[in-house]
């Protein structure tokens, strides 16, 4: 079960995915302000949500982690953390292109443009200390994941006092419900994939814990002669 | 000297007392060491000159509108750039003499540690901000503000370099125990001190510009301060030596 689940889970965002392109450009009625471009609306949302979504998920995993050293809990982090560096870096593309498209400049420092490149970095730093900190690090890494979690509001908030200025873009608020509709799709397949890919990830981070583990079992043991 | 230190430490008796009283201890035993070897001091003072004269070269001839937008940047980017150079040596002398073995099976609390730490680099923090401000103020005519309101700009000054201090110390000793690999320390607090950075660098350019929301900007920073020193208090002795028993720490063998 614990390895066929992802293969459905990835399986069921295969289908969905391709449904929702077809919807997304096919079925939905075209933006009047703002034309074809705003297309990318369904996909760059979904995957704004998802990556916020994994970063609590790895900040509460870490926080979990630090407090009772489970092995799952340290897994999941570090799963979480990784697809967090991918769907940022979907978010922070797309973004750019929608923005390039409307404000007619691909970034403004808006506050959730800022918030979210920071958050990336956050995780980043998080992903480079896994990769390349010493024996002992995770604690160290646990520490700044919850502190990465913990700074998004702050963030936010700072970033909205540093710049007042930030373009209003409350269009995501009053769409039609066709357009809802269409995001639906789009939100569930990308969540498929991605609980998929977190899913097989943990299984392998597990059972590298689980393979040093036996190592230093080996190397522990008594030699016999 | 440290082991006299410690012997002075009160054990079991006057618990509320006990926790500042240590951290004091162990803070004056570092300022102690420091004023001997005036390392920290004299390496991070001098750094805070270069950088500041680095700035004056690149940016003296902007004009007063554009030094208010740049001032501010300048003088956090440099707290950060020295709190950067200190963070990465603070804990280096424990390291070196293996001392921070030591202290943490010394009867002390694990908080006072952190306080002590934290406490050091803020002061030295403090000190290079009293060469950073003054230099600011003469070599760009529009920082003059800071002048003008002595204050306020101290009071600016010791919150935003709390804030950094209290991320930057807890890492710096998660990574003085992890066993080296300084480099990873400033990829981890350029990151993460950003919100305090920036919320300083708010209220610096309400100061300069007597902006009225200067003092809402203050006390803002004055809550991150203590969201940040509360969270990192309550990490430290996890990330230190870590809490529960499901493997010995370091005992992870890393392949690749």
Not at chain 1, 22 to 31: A, Y
Not at chain 1, 95 to 117: C, E, L, N, S
Not at chain 2, 156 to 170: P, R
Not at chain 2, 202 to 213: G, K, M, Q, S, Y
Request: one cysteine or more; charged letters at 15%; glycine letters at 8%.
């Amino acid at each position: 079960m614990g390895r066929l689940f992802p293969v459905i889970l990835l399986g069921v965002g295969a289908l969905t995915l391709p449904y929702s392109v077809q919807r997304v450009f096919l079925d939905t009625p075209i933006e009047r302000t703002m034309g074809t471009v705003q297309k990318i609306f369904y996909f760059h949302v979904p995957l704004a949500w998802i990556m916020m979504l994994l970063a609590v998920v790895c900040g509460v995993a870490a926080g979990i982690q630090i407090r009772t050293r489970s092995e799952r809990a340290e897994a999941t982090a570090i799963a979480a953390a990784e697809l967090v560096l991918v769907a940022g870096l979907g978010v922070l593309l797309t973004g750019p292109i929608w923005g390039h498209a409307t404000w007619g400049k691909a970034w403004t420092w808006d506050a959730r443009q800022v918030t979210t490149g920071l958050l990336w970095l956050v995780f980043a730093s998080y992903v480079l200390v896994r990769h390349f900190g010493a024996a002992g690090s995770e604690r160290l890494a646990a520490a700044l994941a919850i502190f990465g979690a913990v700074n998004v509001p702050i963030i936010y908030y700072a970033v909205k006092i540093w710049k007042t200025t930030h373009p209003d873009n409350n269009v995501v608020g009053s769409l039609p419900p066709q357009m809802w509709a269409s995001l639906w799709p789009a939100l569930g397949g990308l969540l498929a994939m991605t609980l998929g890919l977190l899913w097989a990830r943990i299984r392998l981070e597990r059972a590298e814990i689980a393979l040093d583990e036996a190592w230093v079992g080996v190397e522990d043991a008594p030699q016999e002669a | 000297m440290r082991e006299a230190a410690l012997s002075t430490l009160p054990r079991a008796k006057n618990a509320p007392m006990r926790l500042p009283r240590q951290a004091w201890l162990l803070a004056r035993n570092d300022l102690r060491q420091e004023m001997r070897e005036w390392e920290l001091v004299a390496t991070a003072g001098f750094f805070t000159l270069v950088v500041l004269v680095m700035f004056a070269l690149a940016f003296a001839t902007l004009s007063r509108d554009a030094q208010v937008l740049a001032v501010p940047g300048m003088l956090w980017l440099t707290v950060a750039f020295v709190g950067a150079l200190t963070l990465t040596r603070i804990f280096d002398r424990e390291r070196e003499s293996d001392t921070l073995r030591a202290l943490l099976a010394a009867p002390v609390e694990r908080l006072a540690i952190y306080l002590g730490k934290a406490l050091v680099t803020l002061l030295v923090l403090l000190g290079c901000c009293a060469i950073l401000v003054p230099g600011v103020v003469l070599l760009f005519p529009a920082a003059a503000p800071l002048a003008e309101h002595p204050i306020q700009t101290v009071t600016l000054v010791v919150l935003g370099c709390l804030a950094y201090t209290s991320v930057g110390t807890l890492f710096a000793a998660g990574l003085a125990t992890s066993g080296g690999k300084n480099v990873l320390l400033s990829v981890i607090l350029y990151p993460l001190t950003t919100p305090a950075l920036i919320f300083a660098l708010v209220a610096t350019r309400a100061l300069i510009e007597n902006h009225p929301d200067f003092s809402k900007y203050l006390s803002q920073l004055a809550a991150l301060d203590i969201v940040l020193v509360g969270l990192s208090g309550w990490l430290f002795e996890s990330v230190l030596v870590g809490t529960g028993a499901r493997r010995a720490p370091t005992t992870r063998r890393r392949r690749g």
